[in-house]
């Protein structure tokens, strides 16, 4: 038992400073994107909130896991990552959902996106389309960063959503 409640702290412990450390590294490169270029980056900011949703999700099942899985997180910097970096990727995964509008509803958000200048798309409209697409409106940008969160929080939730537009094609 007191073994196991060790491993619970090692791995508490870990989480926190993943955490920490990885708000600081992106809030950084944010914060220099913006200042810098004054642009916000919603990607980035779909990505940290995936992966917070995923470091909470950790923390909220660590009692609920075995001696087994117990022992891999408390003794791998890599496997504590590795969720949380899933929900990283699931939060991206559903931002081009949103965007493409195969994920659409009064309860997802909306986008001002950038149109291409011709019909073949050229660098520039690349370019343009990441740097000038944003979330239509505030209550957008919120549900945005809700979902996004979800995304991470939830490992099942994205994939649930790839297989039921799959099976609705």
Request: include cysteine; aromatic fraction near 14%; charge should be neutral.
């Amino acid at each position: 038992m007191l073994e196991a409640t060790q491993r619970l702290h090692t791995v508490t412990k870990r989480l926190i400073v993943m955490t920490a450390c990885t708000l600081l590294v992106v809030g950084a490169l944010f914060g220099v994107t913006f200042v810098l270029h004054g642009r916000f980056m919603v990607s980035w900011v779909c990505f940290v909130c995936g992966l917070l949703g995923g470091f909470v999700s950790i923390q909220q099942r660590l009692k609920l896991l075995g001696a087994e899985e117990l022992e891999l997180l408390s003794r791998s910097w890599f496997q504590i990552l590795l969720i949380p970096i899933y929900g990283g990727i699931f939060s991206l995964v559903l931002y081009v959902g949103f965007l493409s509008e195969i994920v659409t509803g009064t309860l997802f958000p909306h986008f001002s996106i950038a149109a291409f200048t011709s019909p073949t798309p050229t660098q520039d409209d690349m370019v343009n389309f990441l740097n000038s697409t944003y979330p239509a409106s505030g209550q957008d940008l919120a549900k945005l960063l809700f979902w996004s969160f979800v995304a991470g929080f939830s490992e099942r939730f994205v994939p649930q959503i790839l297989q039921k537009t799959s099976d609705s094609e």
